[in-house]
């Protein structure tokens, strides 16, 4: 897997950083709208050949007014089980729609971990081991992961590191999600002090924070796609088509070949940008 050397945070801020000018989308994005429809506008002239534009109607968090823009596009790039309590104005093709209900999706809790000094570092050092990596043991944090450290800029002027403490899937999910917040991070903390005692590291503990999706009501309560048998074969091509006479399209890890990481959401996001370019030109030749 592929680690951003300045923090997975650098997707949304490379969004609205001031270092692209003019390309900058700081003013296009509409902050607290959760959508709650989406639609084909009648075409106000049939003799004009262009398709119809899709509305998408939303919901101002801050004050409930509800609020709608059009364009000539859309693309949907939420999980299914988020996109699932959108109204639409009309059904997708019967496959999509099969697909959207259907596919097998994966809940998960994760719990991540700040410390003041990077001890795990040394501990992998001692053991002539590499600096990074995982582990997996059949405490309740289950799967933790250590972060790259050669190339990442965030660890270059500070010892502090945070690591990805507990990597919970489907039922050792829900049971770490139930906690609360400071008894989840309380457990991550001492489930890696039973694994490495020697290095101390409730003593080197500063913080902690935790995602529990099957809580997370925008993530549709799960984390990624994770097809059971034979929904690959089924689905993914459909999945990966633009329905309503290609005004819509499918971006997410979903509809790509690499579920549960960013490699799959990209995957799906070029394929978007491709496929709407196709069909611009062919409808700024009509």
């Not at 897997?1 to 801020?13: H, I, R, S, Y």
């Not at 609020?67 to 988020?82: E, V």
């Not at 999910?173 to 917040?181: E, F, Q």
């Amino acid at each position: 897997m592929k680690q951003l050397q300045e923090g997975m945070d650098a997707v949304p801020n490379a969004f609205v950083s001031s270092d692209r000018k003019e390309k900058s989308l700081v003013d296009d994005i509409i902050y607290g709208a959760r959508v709650t429809e989406i639609g084909i506008l009648e075409q106000s002239d049939p003799q004009i050949p262009l398709q119809a534009p899709v509305k998408v109607t939303y919901e101002v968090t801050a004050n409930s007014l509800t609020k709608s823009i059009t364009s000539d596009y859309l693309i949907l790039a939420i999980p299914y089980t988020a996109q699932r309590t959108i109204a639409k104005s009309k059904p997708f093709v019967p496959m999509q729609e099969m697909a959207v209900r259907d596919v097998r999706y994966v809940e998960v809790t994760k719990i991540l971990l700040q410390y003041k000094k990077r001890w795990w570092e040394e501990v992998f050092a001692e053991a002539g081991q590499g600096l990074d990596g995982g582990l997996v043991s059949d405490l309740p944090i289950r799967y933790t992961m250590f972060p790259k450290t050669e190339g990442n800029t965030q660890f270059e002027n500070s010892n502090r590191g945070v690591i990805m403490a507990a990597y919970t899937f489907e039922q050792d999910a829900t049971i770490l999600g139930s906690l609360s917040p400071e008894r989840r991070i309380q457990i991550a903390a001492e489930n890696l002090n039973r694994i490495f005692p020697g290095a101390k590291s409730l003593d080197l503990l500063e913080a902690g924070a935790s995602q529990v999706f099957p809580a997370d009501e925008l993530a549709g309560g799960s984390a990624f796609c994770y097809f059971g048998p034979m929904q690959k074969t089924k689905f993914l091509d459909t999945m990966q088509k633009p329905d309503w006479e290609n005004r819509v399209f499918f971006a997410g890890e979903q509809a790509s070949f690499t579920h549960g990481w960013i490699q799959g959401a990209f995957e799906a996001g070029l394929r978007c940008v491709q496929q709407i370019w196709s069909v611009a030109v062919e409808d700024e030749a009509q």
